[in-house]
């Protein structure tokens, strides 16, 4: 499926008057970055980079896009045309997935003749914003789980195809694995399942739902044991399954209480290493709030695919050079700065990361022996670069990048970004 | 494309375990209800139906499909064999879309063998519950803004399906246009568009960007006047298209004042025709806050595909009958109401709805002249029930729906649903 009608009217009525005036051919760079965080957060996590690099690769007009735009008038023949041998074929540098950002870091740089890059301006965003926004949040959650397995479960609580996308995220900010099958066609990601109430009150008795569970997925499966009542359900569960049972999942009530006595019970008959799978309304602050408690995987939904409070990133597309010469809008407090840039994160001897700094593109700042420079190479006139960083990789340069937060800045209480934004 | 791998692992696990025992095959009612509306929020619109119609038909396991779930062993060569055949051949009843739901509303009412039913469980929640959420927080918006007209601009900070499914949501609830393209192809939903400050700035002058916007797309687009300077820019607006110019957009500062200072402007220089649109972080709260104001129509993006502050409708989709017989979860408060049932809308004489009341399905309560039915038949036998409502008709249906709450229910501030619930 083409993806060339992920796009804004107003992007294609800008492209048509400056293909009249001839504009649309002037050199131009769009950025795009974050003016800050959402409120009170620390950091971001860059996601989607991958996802947008195959979608600009699909943008293109088929006849059924061209069709539309000519039915509804949107533009003229002539631009018509011109989106017919649409291809992109501009550069793109970028910060690579998995990287952290803060207010102002020039996440992606799109250079292209206007017309070319103008275009992109609504799908760079939306897959840069939906997926930055649940790999952020997904990234504080791994870390109040504190190396406990997470298991992505929200995909009936957004739109179909954002689960799909919020699944890869919360993989790559750490999650184990997700409950959504066409992630795991899609992107690879290992799925997991427990069982649905349903299923209990399907059978006559909690006893024969547990039993035919076990005889069709075996000991290892994890039976739920909240349908009817809770101590009831463990006994039953290992009644059936014997003390070499996978886990028991408990999606009500006060987790930490009943995650206490659930392993009282289970110890006591034997299934010592029967885990404990908690789920319901989790966010990173529950999950914290359970660190002492003895649970060995946390189920999360709503949470994680609505970005826990902050459901889009909140980044923009930004036109800040014509023909070498920086622009930038002057009328309000909303300002951008001008010109093609690039950054740089300064680290301490520790690996401790000290600033973000952000520069004018030509110049070459000072470089200590523990900073580097963020972006990459993405697309090479119009060809995606090679040897690009896989799922695996971008989830391993999160967890790296994370290392180097400094102690402050991974707090899940609200605050100041984790580090400081310096313009030069 | 098919919709089967919407899917949540543990639907499959589940199937599996009821082939081999036999209960995929009880006949079972499956129920989509909110236990509660978003905090403080007065009533929900109901909506997806239409799409979630279009995805059950698309409900296969097609080679693609199959093929992931036998690599990842996910399910058993019976299960896929089974799932092979797959197609929904229920039958399903639920509220039209446009139609206003209440905490408890029986939504939708899945009838199905366990099988059948219970692999739509994902699906369904996914575009309800999204949907839903749009719709319900752009109904809010349509009611501040009191007649104006409202385009739907935030494909940019949502997921690029999301946004599709947005700009649907938007329209059935009252929106003028939307900014997405895609929108229109696929659901014949009025764009529109204005300008971006990247235009103006690609331009040597605001001049000639204007000039250059006006010669391809008439005097009667919209500028966008906030670049540089409002008051220069509104002069500059006027000087080149004449009085008949059609619109100026206002991006950014305080837009209550700024509208105010353009009519005034835009009065004094003979343009009394020009429309002013306003954009920039709006919601409900800010639209009403505009409405003295001279403002003509508002471009709304963030709070819109974000659901002001309730991104998803918290439906669930549970089991309730099995064999004729009701069943429900009892461990805890989040008790579910066993049994399939069906509901009613109360309404005074004067057409001012009164309560939901929601009945035992087999029971026939009584129904006053000025009461009505709430479901209606979507499915029969696997088959879409001819002459279902078309999207213009759920809009009006809303429309009409709205009508009927009382006063205190239509207030944007924090308070108790519109109606109360009845269970009988």
Redesign the interface.
């Given at each position: 499926?083409s993806?060339s009608?992920?796009?804004?009217?107003?992007?294609?009525?800008?492209l048509?008057?400056?293909l009249?005036?001839g504009?649309a051919e002037?050199p131009?760079v769009?950025e795009v970055f974050a003016r800050r965080l959402p409120e009170g957060r620390r950091y971001g996590v860059v996601a989607g980079t991958g996802r947008l690099l195959d979608?600009i690769a699909d943008f293109t007009f088929t006849e059924?896009?061209l069709e539309?735009?000519e039915r509804?008038n949107?533009v003229?023949e002539a631009t018509l045309s011109w989106l017919a041998d649409y291809t992109f074929t501009g550069d793109v540098d970028g910060y690579p997935e998995g990287e952290l950002y803060f207010p102002g870091s020039p996440i992606l740089s799109v250079r292209a003749p206007?017309g070319v890059g103008?275009v992109l301006?609504?799908?760079a965003?939306?897959?840069l914003?939906?997926d930055s926004a649940i790999a952020s949040a997904a990234a504080r959650m791994v870390g109040a789980a504190n190396g406990r397995r997470m298991i992505e479960?929200g995909?009936?609580?957004?739109?179909?195809?954002?689960?799909?996308?919020a699944a890869r995220a919360a993989f790559l900010a750490g999650f184990t694995a997700t409950?959504?099958?066409?992630a795991?066609?899609r992107h690879g990601i290992p799925?997991?399942?427990?069982?649905?109430?349903?299923?209990t009150?399907?059978?006559d008795t909690e006893e024969?739902a547990f039993r035919?569970?076990i005889?069709?997925?075996g000991v290892d499966?994890t039976l739920l044991v909240?349908?009817?009542?809770?101590t009831n359900?463990i006994k039953t569960a290992v009644q059936v399954a014997g003390p070499s049972l996978g886990s028991v999942r408990i999606d009500?009530?006060d987790l930490g209480v009943l995650a206490r006595q659930a392993r009282d019970q289970l110890d006591s008959l034997g299934a010592r290493n029967t885990r404990i799978v908690v789920s319901g309304d989790l966010d990173e602050y529950s999950i914290a709030m359970l660190r002492a408690e003895p649970v060995d995987a946390y189920g999360v939904g709503?949470s994680l695919?609505?970005?826990s409070g902050a459901?889009?990133a909140?980044m923009v597309?930004?036109?800040v050079e014509?023909d070498g010469r920086p622009?930038?809008?002057?009328?309000?407090?909303?300002e951008s700065r001008g010109g093609r840039k690039a950054s740089l994160r300064r680290h301490k001897e520790t690996g401790t990361a000290l600033e973000e700094v952000v520069f004018p593109h030509a110049s070459e700042p000072e470089m200590g022996a523990h900073d580097r420079l963020l972006a990459v190479p993405l697309i090479r006139g119009g060809r995606r670069v090679d040897g690009l960083d896989t799922l695996a990789e971008s989830r391993e340069r999160l967890r790296a990048a994370l290392v180097t937060v400094p102690w402050e800045g991974l707090k899940l209480s609200r605050g100041e970004p984790a580090i400081p934004t310096t313009f030069l």
């Open positions: 499926m993806t009608l992920f796009t804004d009217h107003y992007e294609l009525t800008m048509a008057a400056a009249r005036d504009t002037r131009c769009f979608a059924r896009d539309l735009l509804t949107v003229d206007f103008v301006e609504t799908l965003l939306s897959i914003n939906h479960m995909s009936r609580r957004t739109h179909e195809e954002s689960a799909v996308a409950s959504n099958l066409e795991a066609r799925t997991a399942g427990t069982c649905a109430h349903a299923f009150l399907l059978h024969s035919s569970q005889e069709t997925l499966t909240d349908t009817y009542d809770i359900g009500s009530g709503t695919v609505t970005g459901p889009t909140g597309y930004k036109l014509v622009v930038a809008k002057r009328s309000s407090h909303k």
